[in-house]
């Protein structure tokens, strides 16, 4: 069975300061790894994914993640923090077994601090 | 491009009444999913389409939920009766075939 856990509830960071957003998963076979950001009152919004290839995926709005095989993580990371990047944040892996669903961690908000 | 729409955005209802949300996927979609989402927790998936066929719905609790998506376009989330547990978010999402999935603005449900 596949699974994602995001171990930290809530980070604060410092706007101008580079931040990371954490997330293990558990999968069987290849995964497929996603982060979707979350504003009050909006819907999910896909930042990046990864399904193959380089380690580093860059995405949306100068956010990154870098996966590790080894580690089983998926990292989210932003070299200088915005205000605007305060929201909330969730990693999700995809189902192996064709039906291409998504199954979510718990999220971690981030709050960038002025 | 259009987004996926959804309504109502909001509803308040009383515990043992029905309610009904409604989604239309972005054009040419295929994959119509939709999740509930409860304060402090990710979406959990309850019921994904192809077309107008049901893929998964292993997750939904089908002695008070039921979904339908006619003509392989627009879907209907029904609750049926409303239980105090089923105040949530409810997410529509889409997505062509094998992508990454593309989110609605969901609709808040308060169940008193």
Known sequence: AQSVAQPEDQVNVAEGNPLTVKCTYSVSGNPYLFWYVQYPNRGLQFLLKYITGDNLVKGSYGFEAEFNKSQTSFHLKKPSALVSDSALYFCAVRDNTGANNLFFGTGTRLTVIP | EAGVAQS?????????????????????????????????????????????????????????????????????????????????????????????????????????
């Open chain 2, 8 to 112: 109502p955005r909001y509803k308040i209802i009383e515990k043992r009444q029905s309610v009904a949300f409604w989604c239309n996927p972005i054009s040419g979609h295929a994959t119509l999913y939709w999740y509930q989402q409860i304060l402090g927790q990710g979406p959990k998936l309850l019921i994904q389409f192809q077309n107008n066929g049901v893929v998964d719905d292993s997750q939904l609790p089908k002695d008070r939920f039921s979904a339908e998506r006619l003509k392989g376009v627009d879907s209907t989330l029904k609750i049926q009766p409303a239980k105090l547990e089923d105040s949530a978010v409810y997410l529509c999402a889409s997505s062509p075939v094998g992508f990454e999935q593309f989110f609605g603005p969901g609709t808040r449900l308060t169940v008193l």
